[in-house]
């Protein structure tokens, strides 16, 4: 009698599993923009620089040291909660009395690692000539703010890279018709939780306003009117604050 040998056939198939990209998360920036006219600041009691302190070190407001920045003094942020709610509760209070304005409050959304930019402001055009005829080119002037946010799986934090442009048309240094445009620029890194805010200060200007007094009416006449009113040059200064926040969306 033969007898059959059954040899189970085994079959093996392998997959091969290639990773799928990852996404990189989305992170939410909110930014508040304000200017401070520190003439009325001071009318009012409150010295501004004093509220936000000085030096060279960027400070997020869980009271951390995330980086120095020696080569960029005029960025400094908030130290701890205190400090953060006693400076949001007097510009809210400069705001109400006239002493300051909120410029714009943005809301931007982008990828960790790609930018967002943003500009309160507007754009002139300058007729720049050259062999071929005049060409025009639009200069932007404002606020400008690129921001791009990156974030660290593991530290769980977003490191912020953040590069500040405030320009202004100069009328008074006018070249054939076209104004000058005076500019303040502060680049800064550094790394914080999501939610917490940091602030971007000490953007400083000096400009000079024309203030008319005399007798009413009498000071209007035409050529006359000189004889019985007066024009005075004040020194304004204002201080740009800037409020950054970032936030990870899950």
Known sequence: MSRKLLIPLLTFIFISFSPAETAEPLIQISVEVAEINNN???????????????????????GRTPATLPEVPSIIAVGDWA???ALTAELKMLVTRGAAKIMSKPKLVTKSGSAAKFLVGGEIPIVA?????????????????????????????????????????????????????????????????????????????NT????????????????????????SLTNVENTVMIFVTPQLLQ
């Open 40 to 62: 009325k600041a001071r009318e009012l009691g409150i010295k501004w620089i004093d509220t936000i302190g000085t030096g060279e070190v960027a400070w997020d407001v869980s």
């Open 129 to 205: 000539s050259g062999v071929s005829g005049g060409t025009i080119e639009w200069k932007e002037y404002g606020v400008k703010m690129e921001i791009k946010p990156v974030y660290v799986v593991s530290s769980k934090t977003i490191y912020l890279s953040l590069d500040t442009e405030i320009s202004r048309l100069d009328w008074a240094n006018k070249v054939a018709n076209y104004p000058a445009i005076l500019t303040r620029n502060a680049k800064t890194e550094l790394e914080v939780k999501s939610g917490e805010t940091i602030t971007i200060a000490g953007l400083v200007e």
């Open 83 to 85: 400090r953060y709610s």
């Open 208 to 231: 000079q306003e024309e203030q008319r007094s005399g007798i009413p009416l009498l000071m209007d006449i035409p050529i006359l009117g000189g004889l019985f009113g007066r024009i």
